[in-house]
């Protein structure tokens, strides 16, 4: 029996805005095994960003179930959820949420600030993880001065130097030219491969359906592949 990393039941979230109600997840239900790869796929406003945010307890569901490598995490305190987020999981985002004022390397290490390892033995780590997605030569450089896709592999070294257990990547492409696109990808892929990471991608881009391991689609709030 494969081992399950999250699974959801029942899944229900709604928004409101300006008295509508807007069903952004409608009765999901959905597992996936440790080693995938999905491809999250759907048009605009189907509720991609709200589930990849339940599953990863960024934002709660109003009902349902969703566990996450053994936690029940759909009714957990924000302590509780910034502990498991902080432990298990590496986010990616089309924007690279890179702070600016922090050389590429710093970007790294501040995700083990503070915390019980030595000054030394970060840099060491940070410097490994930058080196994993070929970014070490621009370590010393501000994200001002580093591409789209020089920018992204650094925000991957940072979402993988605790060694994740899964990787949640929204539109992870959605900024960066083709070239750059495909070097992204075929990285996640290899870190997938290699130390075995579960990977969840949101796209609106048919061309990286090829690197995923299972296509789910949605559709007005719904699964409708999976
Ligand atoms: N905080 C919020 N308040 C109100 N409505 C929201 C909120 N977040 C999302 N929604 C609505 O919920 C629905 C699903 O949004 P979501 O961002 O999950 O879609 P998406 O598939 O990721 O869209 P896109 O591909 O455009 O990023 C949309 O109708 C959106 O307008």
Known sequence: MPEVMIKLENVQKEFRLRGNIIRALVDINLKINAGE?????GPTGCGKTTLLNVMSGLDLPDDGTVILDGDRIDR???????????RKIG???????????????ENVEAVLWPGPLRTKEINNRAMSALAKVDA???????????????????AIARAIIHKPRIIFADEPTGNLHHAAATQVMELLKSLNKEMG????????DKNLVKYGTRLVEMEHGRIIKS
Do not use: C
Request: without cysteine; glycine residues 4%; hydrophobic residues 40%.
């Open 136 to 154: 070490h030569e621009r370590m010393n450089n501000h994200p001002k001065e580093l591409s789209g896709g020089e920018k992204q592999r650094v």
């Open 37 to 41: 790869f999905v491809v999250l796929m």
């Open 76 to 86: 957990a305190s924000e302590e509780r959820l910034s502990d498991i987020r902080r």
């Open 91 to 105: 986010f990616v985002f089309q924007d690279f949420n890179l702070v600016e004022n922090l050389t590429a390397i």
């Open 197 to 204: 990471t579960t990977t969840i991608i949101v796209t609106h």
